[in-house]
T-cell receptor, first 114, second 112 residues
Framework: DGGITQSPKYLFRKEGQNVTLSCEQN?????MYWYRQDPGQGLRLIYY???????QKGDIAEGYSVSREKKESFPLTVTSAQKNPTAFYLC?????????????FGPGTRLTVL | RKEVEQDPGPFNVPEGATVAFNCTYS??????FFWYRQDCRKEPKLLMS???SGNEDGRFTAQLNRASQYISLLIRDSKLSDSATYLCVVNWSPGNTGKLIFGQGTTLQVKP
């Protein structure tokens, strides 16, 4: 059963802590993406990767870091430098990263900073 | 001006009604257009791509007007299950990368 999985579904963090969100896909897609969604706003791109061992900053990369050591995995670390990390985080993937490709989303992780 | 703008609604319609959403985009070089559906507290899912000639999928029709830089989504014979937020998505980026620009979404509530 192909798809994208994200874990955990809900995450609570104390201020000053780093946390890592998991994203795995078994669709054999080359490109993977991380978005953030806040209430009443559209999704905003944090980081994306079109190929293993390479990634680029999106529109709101400050306070976040990623790695792409394996094709199927693209974890996102929310660092203590991120000033307002409470949000819904969505991971997506697409076949090649071409602008014509459909992006498919995982179920998301809701991060709350206490 | 926002890159992609939608009327956030909510649109409250009775079952069986026809409802239309519009979305405007600011970048005339945009190449690909999509409508995604997002249920409450869930991930977005592709509803349909939007082609220059317009396209239809059952009760859903999407249109693109490049001259005026807007896309539309028409839903006929609304069902209760159509209640969701509809995201207008435009894909354009230098260097052929897959950057999507999302509108804030239009919320539809279909009432019995």
């Amino acid at each position: 059963d192909g798809g994208i999985t994200q874990s955990p579904k809900y995450l609570f963090r104390k201020e000053g802590q780093n946390v890592t969100l998991s994203c795995e896909q078994n669709l054999n897609h080359d490109a993977m993406y991380w978005y953030r969604q806040d209430p009443g706003q559209g999704l905003r791109l944090i980081y994306y990767s079109q190929i293993v061992n390479d990634f680029q900053k999106g529109d709101i990369a400050e306070g976040y870091s990623v790695s792409r050591e394996k094709k199927e995995s693209f974890p996102l670390t929310v660092t203590s430098a991120q000033k307002n990390p409470t949000a819904f985080y969505l991971c997506a993937s697409s076949s090649t990263g071409s602008f014509t490709d459909t992006q498919y989303f995982g179920p998301g992780t809701r991060l709350t900073v206490l | 001006r926002k890159e992609v703008e939608q009327d956030p609604g909510p649109f409250n319609v009775p079952e069986g009604a026809t409802v239309a959403f519009n979305c405007t985009y600011s970048n005339s070089a945009s190449q690909s257009f999509f409508w995604y559906r997002q249920d409450c507290r869930k991930e977005p899912k592709l509803l349909m791509s939007v082609y220059s000639s317009g396209n239809e999928d059952g009760r859903f029709t999407a249109q693109l007007n490049r001259a005026s830089q807007y896309i539309s989504l028409l839903i006929r014979d609304s069902k209760l299950s159509d209640s969701a937020t509809y995201l207008c998505v435009v894909n354009w980026s230098p260097g052929n990368t897959g950057k999507l620009i999302f509108g804030q979404g239009t919320t539809l509530q279909v009432k019995p």
